[in-house]
């Protein structure tokens, strides 16, 4: 095997924490191609029970989901979360960075206390600073930790999240309302409308 | 026609209102989208009008149980029923927003929480780390290319100053003491004054004088309660010939 | 790659701890042959950058012995600060520039000679002139090595009073003493408190 395949493979292994090219980089020789070397690795370890994956630009070792059932701990079920704690979850994750107050309008209804620590505190969302807007509201965004945890390779893995966009339900609202508008009055220009995007 | 459509949603509501906990709803938002859903079809195709009356329906029932209902849920209210007249009468020119234009947001705003909804869900069903793929139990650790690593995020830095300054001991509060003529001070002081004058004489010109603003408004108040008392009590006797007059007290 | 191998490859990788046959074969069919599956996996191993190794009658994985040179791996082990050191480190940020007294004060504790060093030796506080009051108290600041490691553009990207209380990040007994907080957080209080001092 080649030296520099096993460097990064160790480096890896070792890791407490997803690591990005360059932090891989910085361990191997000048100049090392390191994204096609984690390509070659990821290759050579996916019919094995531990797979090499990407999460936000930083890569990590995990066990092979198929062998879930296995693996699983009786013990350790983490504790639920709260519906809404959920919902505002997906609010950050499919519309970041968004303000308190935008997941309270798509919701509905106000963010009870707590809601947003929750979220903080397992380290799936964090301050993403501020909309240069009168009150300067502060921003949320999600982390490297969320996608870890949710299995996404990057935002853009969100489930359905092509659909949502394309059908506007991720616009701002008076974007949305338009290009309902639109479909409303022009049934027939819906195609050409997808066409174009 | 539009009995007929109560009639027809009237029965499930019904079921569910016999176990109704209005808690359980997060918001009139979520409420309306289960109310939706009893429509069966897709919300793109879902009819406001309809929706409106299930949800003007189940208020009405919810108040007949006397249910606590939260102010929110009665705004939804009264936003819907305005709606409601607004698409039943005939359109009126240039009025803004129309009530197609209000309908239409509504219908965007449910679709926009069930798609968040959904997503939630769809998000919890993935292979989930820690539950479904593991990391490694117990790396090694890399030494820090740079620096050596602290394990410390920005959350436990905005944790720790929230602890801090939820705390509320990191400041003492002195009171200033204010001058003031206590109730007994002010008895003892107007006794010895009046001591047996005979003749009415006004109560201000009994009082200790001073030049502070505020201590002479303490002088004022305490001498008026230490009059009242003296009075209950015998010692002296005031008067005030009408309304606005002056107060007067003399010996007993 | 043979599926029973796969399990066993998967069980060690997440294990925090070495294991014993037993236990590695609790996860397996019956009757596998458990320490022959090691030596297979083991040699299948041997030329990586990641070896799985027995050690006293139990396995485990570790990464290839020539390469901790690259791995570094004696000084590693983050550390964790002090929660004086945290709690000190949140203070100056959110009232830089303060003096040592400041700190104390708000913290309701004296400060320990080393705690100030550290976030100082850390990069993250920067000494910032002096307050010009009798004394002349040395005032400290966050520098831009703290910007950078906690991903934040600028020091108003740090969520307020009202933001931390919105998120269920503010102690709740606080909520009586908030104003009287925020008061405090005028820094022309803060230099009458000093001049009372």
Known sequence: ?197 | MKDDLIDLVRPSVREEQLNLDIDGWEGPLDLLLQLARQQKVDLAQISILQLTEQYLVYIAEAKKLRLELAADYLVMAAWLAYLKSALLLPKEEGEEPSAEEMALRLQLRLQRLEAMREAGARLFARDLAGEDVFLRGAPEGLSAVTKPEWDCSLYDVMQAYGRLAGRGQTRNYEVKRRPVLSLDDAMDWLEKMVGSAVEWGVLQSFLPKTLDPEYRRSVIASSFVAALELARTGKLLLDQPNADAPLRIKAT
């Open chain 1, 1 to 197: 095997m080649n030296e520099t395949l096993r460097i990064v493979e160790a480096v890896l292994f070792a890791a407490e924490e997803p690591l990005s090219l360059d932090v891989i980089g910085a361990h191997l020789p000048e100049n090392a191609p390191v994204k096609a070397l984690l390509v070659e690795l990821a290759e050579s370890y996916h019919p094995r029970g531990i797979n090499l994956v990407e999460r936000g630009g930083k890569w990590l070792f995990q066990t092979a989901p198929d062998l879930s059932h296995i693996l699983r701990r009786e013990t350790a079920r983490p504790r639920k979360l709260s519906r809404a704690a959920i919902e505002t979850l997906s609010v950050i994750a499919y519309h970041e960075p968004v303000t308190r107050a935008q997941v309270e309008e798509i919701r509905g209804v106000s963010l009870s206390k707590g809601t947003l620590d929750v979220l903080m505190e397992l380290g799936w969302v964090r301050p993403a600073g501020r909309r240069e807007v009168p009150g300067r509201p502060l921003l949320y965004a999600t982390t490297t930790g969320f996608l870890v945890h949710f299995g996404l390779t990057s935002r853009r893995d969100l489930p359905g999240i092509q659909e949502l966009k394309a059908a506007g339900l991720l616009d701002p609202m008076a974007e949305a309302l338009e290009l309902a508008r639109e479909e409303a009055e022009q049934p027939d220009m819906l195609e050409d409308a997808d066409d174009q995007e």
